[in-house]
């Protein structure tokens, strides 16, 4: 082989070199861009899809009705009773009797009520209370906690607190006429949901 032979052979390598490192760094770039936009884009951002509210008093009359009172101060809304599935001897519950009774809450008014609720529980939460889906819920065990006046006829009731996370786009997979499927990416995972939980109420995660 001449020299100019292998001069020419070293230049085309240098050239081939010079060419992998500028795709290198061109993805690397792009990835970059890519995790930017994602984080920026307004359709990936979380938000309360709904709260609901339940109050299970395992029995009907007189003691429902209190229940429903009670929530129905907190939320300003009409509560609505569950019924019973089955009989059930040993508790004294009989089928479709009303036995618990909740309320569906939206928009900011949701967001308000989920933070009295969780400044009741000091902001601190466990890993079990996230779902796979992204949701959570937990309970507290007086209602008086929320800042409602305690009313001796009324008496103090336990409460349930789920809410349900999620994206833009759901109502594409929900609504009947011309329904898609909701894509992985746009799913909320457990993760982000304990994120976003950390993030939005400077929440404490516990074991």
């Known amino acids: 082989m001449c020299i100019r032979d292998r001069v020419s ?63 129905k101060d907190l939320t300003g809304q009409e509560p609505v009773m569950n019924k019973s599935r089955f009989t059930i001897r040993s508790f004294g519950i009989k089928r479709n009797e009303k036995i618990a009774c ?44 929320l800042g409602i006046k305690y009313d001796p006829y009324t008496g103090i009731f336990g409460m349930d607190f789920y809410v349900v996370l999620g994206r833009a786009g759901r109502r594409v997979a929900n609504r009947k006429h011309a329904s898609g499927r909701l894509g992985n990416f746009q799913k909320v995972t457990r993760e982000e949901a304990q994120q976003w939980f950390i993030q939005k109420f400077e929440g404490l995660l516990l074991n």
Request: glycine share 10%.
């Open 102 to 145: 909740h309320v569906t809450v939206r928009g900011e008014k949701a967001e308000q009520i989920l933070d009295k609720g969780l400044k009741v529980k000091e902001y601190e939460l466990r890993k079990k209370n996230f779902s796979n889906t992204g949701n959570f819920g937990f309970g507290i065990q007086e209602h008086i906690d």
């Open 9 to 71: 052979t070293q230049s085309t390598w240098g050239l081939q070199k010079q060419l992998i490192k500028k795709k290198v760094k061109s993805k690397g770039k792009m990835a970059s861009t890519q995790k930017k936009s994602r984080a920026d884009n307004p359709m990936r951002e979380i938000k309360i899809v709904k709260l609901v509210c339940n109050i299970g008093v395992g029995e009907g009359g007189d003691k429902i009705t209190k229940a429903a009172k009670v929530l």
